[in-house]
């Protein structure tokens, strides 16, 4: 199916995009903050990473490319995990706050980074958007 393979390729940017925000940061910050908040940074641009990968999969089975009542499950968790796994990071004082929630930008920075180098798609005849 085209729409599939669409969305792969999309989200692939996505995750490529929220991937390289979150890398290109923590390198940034380095200096500023040292390895411990270029740390922080990386692994909040983890949580981003992965939490953007199950919701675009959940999304895609709700649209019908896939298993939606697992994917559904799979959503559930995820925000239970998503909130578990800072709720660790940050009460085991395994990255700092300010750090974690720089990386966890890194999603909506990739994601409109994705948005605005993405090349335009031509319309079909007789389709309008």
């Known amino acids: 199916m085209r729409t599939e393979i669409e969305n792969s390729d999309s989200t692939r940017r996505?995750?490529?995009?929220?991937g390289a925000s979150g890398l290109v940061m923590a390198l940034l910050l380095l200096p500023v903050l040292g390895i411990a908040g270029a740390l922080g940074i990386a692994a909040g641009a983890l949580v981003a990473l992965v939490n953007l990968y199950v919701l675009a999969r959940a999304v895609q089975a709700f649209l019908g490319a896939g298993e939606p009542g697992a994917?559904?499950?799979?959503?559930v968790v995820k925000l239970a995990a998503l909130l578990g796994i800072l709720y660790f990071?940050?009460?085991s004082r395994l990255v700092e706050g300010?750090?974690?929630?720089?990386?966890?930008?890194?999603?909506?920075?990739?994601?409109?980074?994705?948005?605005?180098?993405?090349?335009?798609?031509?319309v079909p005849p007789g389709r309008r958007l």
């Open 89 to 91: 990071l940050l009460s």
């Open 71 to 75: 994917w559904a499950v799979a959503a």
């Open 14 to 18: 996505a995750l490529i995009a929220v």
């Open 98 to 122: 300010l750090p974690l929630l720089i990386g966890l930008g890194a999603l909506p920075i990739g994601v409109v980074v994705c948005q605005l180098t993405a090349t335009r798609q031509t």
